[in-house]
């Protein structure tokens, strides 16, 4: 049977059975590409979210840090200066507790070498901070700024480096997209 013989109304029948077959096809590909779309947006916002968020926290627990430490060089009265050394200890405490909990959550390759770079670097650089910090409660005010000048400053730019590297390339199962580009550290 030939279409050009077919009455008007069987082809008009059969029009409207392709194009809802096509609806159908459109409707079920949408609906799969949608339910990927679910999958994604559900892995950023419980598992990529969650590990940068905790990097945030770290980062965050490191400029108090650092603020703290600068504080005690440029303070005089020893009360004063004992509550920014506690301040330096809570947040040192709160990182302790986030790198805990980062830790199993990163499954990369990449990850796990980064977080091994934070641990090399994260040693070094609370012995630096612990130096700057004796040297100024003992009214060693000029060596102790260059303790942070030349030896914490550099760690901690390694530090953030690491953290901004966790945060953004790739260790979070980017599937190969480009991170955001964050400003280097330190400045």
Request: charged share 25%; glycine share 6%.
């Amino acid at each position: 049977m030939n279409f050009v013989n077919m009455k008007v109304g069987v082809r008009l029948g059969l029009g409207f059975v392709v194009v809802i077959l096509a609806g159908l096809a459109v409707a079920i590909f949408g609906s799969l590409q949608l339910a990927e779309v679910n999958t994604e947006v559900t892995n950023l916002v419980d598992d990529r979210m969650v590990k940068v968020e905790l990097a945030n926290q770290i980062k965050e627990n490191l400029n108090v840090t650092a603020r703290a430490v600068r504080n005690i060089a440029l303070l005089n009265n020893v009360d004063a200066m004992q509550a920014e050394k506690q301040r330096i200890d809570e947040a040192r405490a709160s990182n302790a507790e986030l790198l805990k909990k980062l830790d199993p959550m990163i499954q990369s390759d990449k990850g796990r070498v980064i977080l091994k770079d934070i641990a090399e670097v994260r040693g070094p650089y609370g012995a630096a901070t612990d130096k700057a910090v004796a040297l100024s409660l003992a009214n060693k005010d000029e060596e102790a700024r260059d303790v942070l000048i030349k030896e914490n400053r550099p760690l901690q730019a390694a530090y953030f480096k690491s953290l901004n590297e966790l945060r953004c390339a790739g260790c979070f199962d980017c599937h190969g997209r480009k991170p955001f580009h964050h400003p280097p550290a330190g400045r």
